[in-house]
């Protein structure tokens, strides 16, 4: 397993952008696919975005196709999730995973963070 950290979230108008990063630590990191998960207050967690190990390879849940994207820095270990055009309703807890190959179930990310909170105000 790699450990994983997240960092960029905060509170953010309606309309505003953010930038979260999720670095890791071990060098089998370049080759994982990595994901970014959201959980809003009372809800369950949900995909947002996959990258894969080459970063050559995304998927984006349709809420986010347009608005979200994902990349990657191999050299840095680091994903990041360049989120624009905020809503409300995009208030969560964002999470990064890595796992073996992309895929759109959580079950199959084995490495999590910890999470950071974003907040849009209205």
């Known amino acids: 397993q790699v450990q994983l950290v997240e960092s960029g979230g905060g509170l953010v108008q309606v309309g505003g952008f953010l930038r979260l990063s999720c670095t890791a630590s071990?060098?089998?990191?370049?080759?994982?696919?990595v994901g970014w998960f959201r959980q809003a207050p009372g809800k369950e967690r949900e995909l947002v975005a996959v990258i894969s190990g080459t970063g050559g390879g995304t998927y984006y849940a349709d809420d986010y196709q347009g608005r979200f994207t994902i990349s990657r820095d191999r050299a840095k270990n680091t994903v990041y999730l360049q989120m624009d055009a905020l809503k409300p309703e995009d208030t969560a807890t964002y999470f990064c995973?890595?796992?073996?190959?992309?895929?759109?179930?959580?079950?199959?990310?084995?490495?999590w963070g910890q999470g950071t909170r974003v907040t849009v105000s209205s």
């Open positions: 071990g060098r089998v990191f370049s080759n994982l696919a």
């Open positions: 995973a890595a796992g073996a190959s992309m895929s759109r179930q959580s079950s199959s990310f084995n490495s």
